[in-house]
């Protein structure tokens, strides 16, 4: 006797509508994740351009494509999207996709205040790039903030600042702050409360245990940059002189508020890279991670030493001797735990048998420009040293490296290796190759080279320089590396809409990897796990695959 | 501390220095890049052989780790027959990660105690006999340099002696500046209501270039400095002549009535005269400078008309406005800067 279907379980036949619909209105951790992913590389192409532009400014000495008006917008919307509009959603984005489901949990603690961190995050964006269009109120041509991405004041002042524009800035990055902070809450909440059985804190994968960190750091380092922009924006419309020089306000109590965020902010970036590295370079290298206490005490320590480096930033504004030594020295001292990160790296390849698929690739980049971006930073510690090279082109090539060479690298080998956990395709590992040399050449072409004029003598946020100066050869080189790095980036975009379209089915595991993620479908059905998992060690799709061998016989 | 830095490593970081400059000069241009590596003054020179050693400290780091990274790279990756085959899992070791803690402890300790000794040597209070007192002023986008020994005020182009020991006051009237000449010194913030320091003592007279280093707003590009380092001789001499009033001469009369009596006084200044505007460049001996606009053109007399003319056409954003004068009248007005000698 032939069934009767029913008429719920017809295909019914889903509008355009419905699917925005659903993405607008969705609670679910990993359709959030997605979202501040993809708004996240929208920004990234957004900045990528603005970089562009000004590389095209400063290839030629006394260029005039740009007046200097457009160029101070440029690095300042270049430099506040690429931290808050690229950086933090991206790392938020992954946090969100992935701690549930490799702590074999249904969703994020708080479903709802996720949406609602990652719509405060976009409005927040939004309305930062609002400013083109509005920043002088409804009836004057609008501009972009042009006081630097750390706005200093009192530059950033009412007497220096007029018309609207910074207080675009200010309000965008308060309340995109929300998403980070909100986003923060969810991601300790849903790591400390929402772990599957047997999933001790010694078995948490480093990824989740490295964004627990993080999140702890956002919620100890993001209220005083929230507070400080409150209160320079109490000095602009209310009259408060907290930086106001001219009524005796002090201009390096800002420095101090927005470094004591503004460093741990830099960590608050690399550590998911590093996160990111922690989960790729096992599984490609076939080896379970090296030190994993080791690797989890380190970033503690990461933690708290970086509260205590901020004014490394201004080792140039005439801080006592006493201040600089103590700066100089903790600085030094972040240098080991991360330094033990990268040697544990290091030791889990060595005995390995490396796979250098397309994710393992960009985390080998990774690894020598990070080291790179270490020792440049270390050198930036040595104040006197600082004292010729800092707020010179030497800083944004040693910055660069860590968020380039270091976070991005790493974000791209992540995309790489989870996209098909997210779309159940896969990306083109041809095309990926292409994207992953192009963009690494491109990269150390550009910032290499960059080093040079910071060292020569050329400071950054200069629209033009004479042509007198010996720093012609070394721009145009720069400038050259860009046309690589955006060559890199579309064929980066042609993989992922050809995956997309018709990639190659990626099946639920298909990296041979070890963490619970790898044990559901690709994509995850709603709730993630038909059945709650139950784990007994920190890889537990090792011991299901080694049954003979397993790893809580030696954890 | 130089002694103990690889000699090789010295010529390599000079020849990296110089290559910018050689390609340009190439194009038969006088160029002058202001490289740390090429120091004419004590502390820029301290600053060089401090970072010889931690560049050479950094470069055996980089060299061991990165060697390590390339070994594993080629020596542990998968080879045809591997698949399915995994290598022996390693789970940690705590003497190994005390041996890589330690090490780089060690380093840091040095490290510090290098920066620290170098610190104390170039931040100091006490100032030798016969220092020569400088205010230095930031302003959006020009550098005041006031002598209040000698009573003297100029703009953009400071002068020094050369072996002499000098100390700045770095002021600053509207925003924070930096004070960067790399070949004499370090840089320092110019910060308002605080009075920074900064110290040099040249050892080559000769100029020397560098530009404000804290983006200040528009023209933070062209907010260039000169540095003339002159032998005791050649010092006296330009002290003397900054010195003596402006020597107006009957034949610029016109120029001299257009400049008094339109809003030029209101900003600058020509000692002798009615002009005591002080929100822009002292211009009492205004030709005795090479440049104007804080460096954006040569100081001559085609620029000069043009500067008066549209000096927002020669520097987008500054703040000294047009004077729509006609042509004629500028002329004249120019007549008479170019005698301000």
Known sequence: MASIPLADTEPRRRFRSDVLHDWVTTVDHKKLGILYIASGIVFFV????????????????????????????????????????????????????????????????????NAWGFWMFLFGGLLLYFSYLGSTGLYGAGSAPDVGWFAYTPLAGKAFSRGNATDYWILGIVVSGFGSLSGAVNMIATALTMRCEGMSLGRMPLFVWM??????????????????????LFDRFLGAHFFDTQAGGDAVLWQHFFWFFGHPEVYILMIPGFAYASEII???????????????????????????????????????????IWFATATMIVGIPTGMKLFNWLATMYGGRIRFRVPMLFCTAFLAQFLVAGLTGIMLAAVPFDWQVTDSYFVVAHFHFVLIGGLVCTIFGAIYYWFPKMSGRML????????????????????????????????????????????????????????????????????VIKALRSGEPAGDDPWDAWTLEWSTSSPPPDYNFDEAPVVRSRRPLWDLKHPDDPDWKYE | ????????????????????????RAAEKVVRTPSMFDPASTPAEAIDSYTMLVVAICAAIFLVVGGLLAFAV?????????????????????????????????????????????????????????WLAITATGHQWWWEFHYPTLGITTANELHIPVGQATFLDLESQD???????????????????????????????????????????????????????????????????????????????????????TACVNCHTVRGTGARGRFGPDLTHLMSRTTIGAGVAPNDRASLVEWVTRPDHLKPGVLMPAMQLEPARIELLVDYLVSLR
């Not at chain 1, 964004?211 to 320079?232: C, E, G, H, N």
């Not at chain 2, 002694?3 to 340009?24: D, K, S, Y």
Request: proline share 5%; glycine share 10%; hydrophobic share 50%.
């Open chain 2, 1 to 24: 501390m130089t002694g103990a830095t690889p000699r090789i490593l010295v010529a390599v970081i000079a020849a990296i220095a110089a290559f910018g400059a050689g390609a340009a």
């Open chain 1, 428 to 495: 083109d590992e041809r095309l990926g190759r292409w994207h992953f040399w192009l963009f690494v050449i491109g990269f150390n072409v550009t910032f290499l080279t960059m080093h040079g004029q910071g060292l020569l003598g050329m400071p950054r946020r200069i629209y033009t320089y004479p042509a007198d100066r010996g720093w012609e050869i070394w721009n145009l080189v720069t400038s050259l590396g860009v046309v690589l790095q955006i060559a890199g980036v579309l064929f980066f975009v042609y993989a």
């Open chain 2, 175 to 261: 925003v924070i500046h930096s004070f960067w000449v790399p070949q004499l010194s370090g840089k320092t913030d110019v910060v308002p209501n605080r009075t920074n320091h900064l110290w040099m003592e040249a050892r080559e007279p000769g100029l020397y270039v560098g530009q404000c280093a804290e983006f200040c707003g528009t023209q933070h590009a062209y907010m260039l400095l000169r540095v003339f380092v002159d032998t005791k001789e050649d010092f006296e001499r330009w002290v003397a002549s900054q010195q003596e009033q402006a020597a107006v001469a009957a034949a610029v009369g016109p120029g001299r009535e257009i400049f008094e009596n």
């Open chain 2, 74 to 130: 080629v020596r542990f990756r998968a080879r045809p027959g591997d698949e399915g085959r995994e290598p022996p899992q390693i789970y940690g070791s705590n003497q190994i990660e005390l041996a890589w803690t330690v090490i780089p402890v060690l380093i840091v300790v040095i490290l510090a105690l290098v920066t620290a000794r170098t610190i104390l040597d170039l931040q100091k209070d006490e100032r030798p006999e016969g």
């Open chain 1, 211 to 232: 964004m627990v960190i993080v999140s702890f750091m956002i919620l100890v380092a993001l209220p005083p940059l929230t507070a400080a922009q409150v209160m320079l």
């Open chain 1, 46 to 113: 957004i900045g990528g351009l603005e970089a562009t532009a000004m590389r095209i400014q400063l290839a030629v000495p006394e260029n005039d494509f740009v007046s200097p008006e457009v160029f101070n917008r440029l690095f300042t919307m270049h430099g506040t999207t690429m931290v808050f509009l690229v950086g933090m959603p991206i790392i938020t984005g992954f946090g969100n996709y992935l701690i549930p489901l490799m702590i074999g949990a249904r969703d994020m603690a708080f479903p709802r205040l």
């Open chain 1, 282 to 324: 096992p599984v490609f290298s076939r080896k379970v991670i090296f030190g994993y206490s080791v690797m989890v005490g380190a970033t503690v320590a990461i933690g708290f030493v970086s509260l205590s480096v901020w004014a490394h930033h201004m080792f140039a504004v005439g801080m006592g001797r006493g201040l600089n």
